[in-house]
């Protein structure tokens, strides 16, 4: 049974940081494309960042380049993603997920991920 954990989320001011890690397990980790995506009250689910399998490549949305970095350790099978400079709107529910398939490439798209993180909460203050 596949599992992701999620952490580090909490209450911060605006120019603050926090580190988010999700643990997984039950799956081998590190042939799995990961990606984290975040949900605001009231709005979609949208996506943040996606690190591939052995961590050489990444992406971010537009609205977290050069804000945010995703990174992973696939000897702890964890994936983390630093948020610096945090704004009010980064404030959200913040998800990991895993992709489908093993040695996948990178995606923006929810679908293509299959298992899910509870989500931690992000929230910045003003």
């Known amino acids: 049974q596949v599992q992701l954990v999620e952490s580090g989320g909490g209450l911060v001011q605006a120019g603050g940081s926090l580190r988010l890690s999700c643990a997984a397990s039950?799956?081998?980790?590190?042939?799995?494309?990961m990606g984290w995506f975040r949900q605001a009250p009231g709005k979609e689910r949208d996506f943040v960042a996606a690190?591939?399998?052995?961590?050489?490549?990444?992406y971010y949305s537009d609205s977290v380049k050069d804000r945010f970095t995703i990174s992973r350790d696939n000897a702890k099978n964890t994936v983390y993603l630093q948020m610096n400079a945090l704004k009010p709107e980064d404030t959200a529910v913040y998800y990991c997920?895993?992709?489908?398939?093993?040695?996948?490439?990178?995606?923006?798209?929810?679908?293509?991920?299959?298992?899910w993180g509870q989500g931690t909460q992000v929230t910045v203050s003003s």
């Open positions: 997920a895993s992709d489908k398939q093993p040695f996948g490439g990178l995606s923006v798209e929810s679908g293509k991920y299959d298992y």
């Open positions: 690190i591939s399998w052995r961590g050489g490549r990444t």
């Open positions: 039950g799956r081998t980790f590190s042939t799995y494309t």
